[in-house]
């Protein structure tokens, strides 16, 4: 074995040398696949590495979590390097700015700010990040929540901004009378004819329904993605439950009928409720 790759074992690693090896990748002598990514080819993989992050964290696998923060890690140096290549920016850089925010934001922690409560503490990291954003072309609160955010999240993060104005629901009973509303609305334009028209209707109405539940969400205190994520897992749980009793018994889910698979997914939920 060579030096070069007995120096890959090495127990500690630094930045430094983390980053030449993220340099050889894109070096004349590198890996293929690493030197022909671009920001554009590199974003299904940052977007994989963030959810497996989260998986980790999800399933409290700590072995998996140091991993994947190193396989997510990984994904911010290929991008930086990229940068640095084309003369945008350095890792430096992006060090430098980061550490600058972390202390322009926290005048409570390394300067003489005065922040004590968790709303002293919010309105503050506001105020600041609007001052930052003053010299951007788009002025709009609403212009910090990023557009490729997940519908779900970016509706919450919407509200929450849209909020902190003023511009809000007064009470949890206005927006229960919204959402009545916005069903209505919704079960109104799904009996129309049937025509382009009325597709795009339905479509938008059952957008405002689930908007409004996500104000929902907001003013009882729970996160809709969070809250969505528990219902898909446990729904995936439940099928799979059902997949096996059926499998045991021999017999073929497609030939099943409603009212067994509705028996079986009663026994789901009260045998999962007790795990």
Request: hydrophobic share 40%.
């Amino acid at each position: 074995m060579n030096e070069r790759k007995r120096g890959a074992l090495k127990p500690d690693v630094s930045f430094e040398e983390l980053l030449g090896t993220v340099a050889t990748l894109r070096g004349e002598n590198g890996c293929p696949w690493d030197k022909r990514q671009t920001h554009e080819t590199l974003r299904p993989y940052l977007l994989e590495e963030t959810h497996e992050v989260l998986e980790a964290i999800e399933t409290q696998d700590v072995h998996s979590l140091r991993e994947e923060l190193g396989d997510l890690l990984l994904q911010v140096l290929l991008h930086a390097q990229l940068a640095s290549e084309e003369g945008a920016f350095t890792i430096a850089e992006v060090l430098t700015d980061l550490n600058a925010k972390l202390l322009r934001r926290h005048p409570h922690v390394f300067q003489d700010g005065a922040a004590t409560t968790e709303q002293d503490l919010s309105n503050q990291w506001d105020a600041i990040k609007r001052q930052e954003k003053s010299t951007q072309k788009d002025h709009s609160v609403l212009g910090t929540v990023p557009k490729t955010m997940p519908a779900l999240f970016r509706s919450f993060k919407l509200q929450k901004c849209a909020a902190k104005t003023g511009f809000d629901w007064k009470s949890v009973d206005d927006v229960w009378k919204k959402l009545d509303e916005e069903i209505k609305e919704l079960s109104q334009a799904q009996l129309e004819e049937k025509n382009i028209k009325r597709l795009r209707r339905v479509e938008e109405e059952l957008g405002d329904v689930l908007f409004t539940v996500v104000n929902l969400g907001r003013f009882i205190g729970v996160n809709p993605e969070l809250a969505l994520k528990g219902a898909n897992d446990r729904f995936v749980d439940r099928f799979h439950y059902i997949e096996q009793k059926i499998n045991a018994s021999g017999l073929d889910i497609k030939n099943m009928t409603l009212d067994d698979l509705d028996l079986l997914w009663k026994q789901a939920k009260q045998a999962l409720e007790k795990i």
